[in-house]
């Protein structure tokens, strides 16, 4: 069983306060485009993030806002701008990295918060029984391509009714693969 | 039977002729340190590519000079200058892309040679035959890594007795294993 797997560029989650810290008081996030997951969507605000080397500028917003800030880079992205990121799953922020958010009307330091996200599969309960995997499971998905075919191994599942089923990388993980276009994955079993 | 896993950042080879229009004409390359592969070295030279969108400073340029001039980039960096590259071998430039390289004394515009390298091994003809694999033959390598273990499928492997044994990988391909310090790599049946 195949399912699609989406390639996440770089992005920030903001809370409501540092949203209105970022792009003052009065701010709501603009819909730009819905989002594979239900209720997520990218938003038309951007933001520049600031590390101790340089600065990666019109960083998207996704939304809805969050409890926490929270910045997703791929490890290329933090080395960028000199940002030593760990590998973790989204809202697993403890100890992770600090840097500066600067939006139009404001900027907000945040002292954790950055991370490589850790490649994973959204899927609902039906989904998961199909594929035969469980909440928190990790396998190995192959991506085929003409090119670079690849097999990604420590891939979480993640299983929720709030989910659809789909599987996200970050650049680096989709350039491996020489991901363009619509890419699907299958579970391969090693 | 594990061998070395190598990340090439993004560098350069030059032709006679366009070191010295990049560095005056008296310029020869200077050897900062060996890289595995016999007689290959990095150098302390440094030039900027430029693409139609942006450029990237301090490319290192590996020795010695070749019969053409080639750029490997990842295609997070061609992305990020506005470079659509292609993935090849080195040295299989026709038709690549085109860019501007930039030293401290003139420039070059080479209409072809900019690439995303195909990933690779480097073997003598011993390896290949401890390897159980042959020259042009593609074949899949595991990196196991705490966080991203990663199978690499169409992995070419080079023979020849000028070769030492070592798998080159670009920087996209590294991130996405979570690969620091020193890798290792292992061909596996699939």
Same mark, same amino acid.
């Given at each position: 069983m195949?399912?699609?797997?989406?390639?996440?560029?770089?992005?920030?989650?903001?809370?409501?306060?540092?949203?209105?810290t970022?792009?003052?008081? +009065?701010?709501?996030?603009?819909?730009?485009k819905?989002?594979?997951? #239900?209720?997520q969507?990218?938003?038309e605000?951007r933001?520049? %993030?600031?590390?101790?080397?340089?600065?990666?500028?019109?960083?998207?917003?996704?939304?809805? !806002?969050?409890?926490? !800030?929270?910045v997703?880079?791929?490890?290329?992205?933090?080395r960028? %701008?000199? %940002?030593?990121? #760990?590998?973790?799953?989204?809202?697993?922020?403890?100890g992770?990295? #600090?840097?500066?958010?600067v939006? #139009?009307?404001g900027?907000?330091?945040?002292?954790?918060?950055? %991370?490589?996200?850790k490649?994973?599969?959204?899927?609902?309960?039906?989904?998961? &029984?199909?594929l035969?995997v469980?909440?928190?499971?990790v396998?190995?998905?192959?991506?085929?391509?003409? &090119?670079?075919t !690849?097999?990604?191994?420590d891939?979480?599942?993640?299983?929720?009714?709030k989910?659809?089923?789909?599987?996200h990388? +970050?650049? +680096?993980?989709?350039?491996?693969?020489?991901c363009?276009? !619509?890419?699907?994955?299958?579970?391969?079993?090693?």
């Amino acid at each position: 069983m195949k399912f699609i797997v989406e390639t996440s560029a770089r992005h920030v989650h903001v809370t409501e306060a540092d949203l209105k810290t970022l792009f003052g008081n +009065d701010a709501v996030l603009t819909k730009k485009k819905d989002l594979s997951q #239900p209720g997520q969507f990218a938003c038309e605000e951007r933001v520049t %993030i600031v590390g101790p080397k340089n600065s990666l500028a019109g960083v998207s917003i996704l939304g809805p !806002t969050r409890p926490s !800030t929270q910045v997703e880079l791929s490890a290329t992205d933090a080395r960028s %701008i000199g %940002i030593s990121a #760990p590998i973790r799953e989204s809202g697993d922020t403890k100890g992770s990295a #600090p840097c500066k958010i600067v939006g #139009p009307k404001g900027e907000v330091e945040i002292s954790e918060g950055v %991370i490589v996200a850790k490649r994973h599969i959204h899927a609902t309960p039906a989904d998961a &029984e199909k594929l035969g995997v469980k909440d928190k499971e990790v396998v190995f998905v192959k991506v085929a391509t003409p &090119e670079r075919t !690849t097999i990604y191994g420590d891939v979480v599942v993640r299983v929720s009714d709030k989910f659809a089923l789909a599987m996200h990388i +970050d650049t +680096d993980e989709s350039n491996a693969a020489g991901c363009t276009g !619509t890419v699907e994955g299958e579970i391969v079993k090693l």
